[in-house]
Every structure is written in structure tokens, then in C-alpha cells.
T-cell receptor
Framework: DAGVTQSPTHLIKTRGQQVTLRCSPK?????VSWYQQALGQGPQFIFQ???????QRGNFPDRFSGHQFPNYSSELNVNALLLGDSALYLC???????????FGPGTRLLVL | GESVGLHLPTLSVQEGDNSIINCAYS??????FIWYKQESGKGPQFIID?????DKRQGQRVTVLLNKTVKHLSLQIAATQPGDSAVYFC????????????FGKGTTLSVSS
């Protein structure tokens, strides 16, 4: 049973660029949440997707956007990258009505 | 075993000791709580969860205690092993629809043999 997978594992971008991160949920899960984890901090909720719609959003600017596909996989897009966007981006999946979220290994983004 | 009453960012124990990691949560309406273990360079790994209608739940070598009166959560690890070394986070779910998880401050557990 495959767990949550994310790609790429590492990414280096420069300020002002745009980035797309990808996530495939655990088998049987239909809900995908994205989190940002700065070094030494706990994960912070960005948004959650269910039925291809954004269901809830955390305190992140509009530069952060996402998408969910019919196969439940998801993308996180960040525009106009800032140095402060450097972080580990985590994807978590869950099933409808079940609060337990299972995390992927993350994508380490470095903005120079 | 090693025990702390307040949240500390680091906890050092000897192999074989019992460890207790504490966490204060923020929202009295939260009804679901999870402990995650995060090893260096990896994503958080689910350890154990508990609902607000319980005050204790046991797993394999781990026990979670919930005190709703003071909004406090603790994770007890029995017979701590070097492989338990990691950062531990508690998370609360304040929304019954099961959306955002709010993470507490992590505790780095170091186990020496």
C-alpha cells in the first residue's frame, strides 16, 4: 500500500520565480492538505482540497494556490517567490470525515 | 523515567528510560488530537491519536493522556530506544469537518545508549 508521495524532493528557485509541487495521496484517500514547515517550526496549514475544491485555507497570501485532480492528486503553486518561502512543503492525505492525516516526505524548497 | 511538567524544546533520556513529552493546545473546542514523530529530513509520522471523549489511550509502547480542564496533552514512551530519537509534535483538530490541523511546538527527544 503506497503512502503519500511528493515530487520533487528538492528544488532551488530564485526570487520572483514560480514553482509547482505535486502530491499523490495514500490509496483510498480523497482529501489533500498542504502545510509549510519552516526550519525548527511545526507545520503550518496552507489549504485543503476535497472534490477538486479548496475547502479551507490558512493564513497564506494569494500567491499560494492549488489544484486537485479527479484522481485526487494535487498540486501546490507558489508565484512570485520570496526568500521567506524557503521551507519544507508537506502534503497530507485523509479520507472524508476522518480527521487523521498522513504525511508525505515533503519537498524542500530553497529560494535564493 | 524522565518527566517534564511544562513544554520543553528538548528532552534527553537514557535508553530504557520512560519518556514523557508534554503539549499545551490552544482551542477548547478541539475534539481530536494526534501525536506525530518527525525524523530528520522526513515528513511527520502518525504515532497515536485521541478524541476528546477519552482521557487516555494506549498503543504499542506509547500512551497519550488528555486533560481537557487545562488543555494539556502528553505522550508517554515506555522503554525509550535510540530509534525513538526525533522531533515530536502534537496537533489538534479544531474543526469537526476534519480540515486544518494546528501543530504545537515540537520537542526534540534525544536517546543515548
Amino acid at each position: 500500500d503506497a503512502g503519500v508521495t511528493q515530487s520533487p524532493t528538492h528544488l532551488i528557485k530564485t526570487r520572483g520565480q514560480q514553482v509547482t509541487l505535486r502530491c499523490s495521496p495514500k490509496s483510498g484517500h480523497d482529501t489533500v492538505s498542504w502545510y509549510q514547515q519552516a526550519l525548527g517550526q511545526g507545520p503550518q496549514f496552507i489549504f485543503q482540497y476535497y472534490e477538486e475544491e479548496e475547502r479551507q485555507r490558512g493564513n497564506f497570501p494569494d500567491r499560494f494556490s492549488g489544484h486537485q485532480f479527479p484522481n485526487y492528486s494535487s498540486e501546490l503553486n507558489v508565484n512570485a517567490l520570496l526568500l521567506g518561502d524557503s521551507a519544507l512543503y508537506l502534503c497530507a492525505s485523509s479520507s472524508t470525515g476522518v480527521e487523521t492525516q498522513y504525511f508525505g516526505p515533503g519537498t524542500r524548497l530553497l529560494v535564493l | 523515567g524522565e518527566s517534564v511538567g511544562l513544554h520543553l524544546p528538548t528532552l534527553s533520556v537514557q535508553e530504557g528510560d520512560n519518556s514523557i513529552i508534554n503539549c499545551a493546545y490552544s482551542n477548547s473546542a478541539s475534539d481530536y488530537f494526534i501525536w506525530y514523530k518527525q525524523e530528520s529530513g522526513k515528513g511527520p509520522q502518525f504515532i497515536i491519536d485521541i478524541r476528546s471523549n477519552m482521557d487516555k489511550r494506549q498503543g504499542q509502547r506509547v500512551t497519550v493522556l488528555l486533560n481537557k480542564t487545562v488543555k494539556h496533552l502528553s505522550l508517554q514512551i515506555a522503554a525509550t530506544q535510540p530509534g525513538d530519537s526525533a522531533v515530536y509534535f502534537c496537533a489538534e483538530s479544531p474543526n469537526q469537518a476534519g480540515t486544518a490541523l494546528i501543530f504545537g511546538k515540537g520537542t526534540t527527544l534525544s536517546v543515548s545508549s
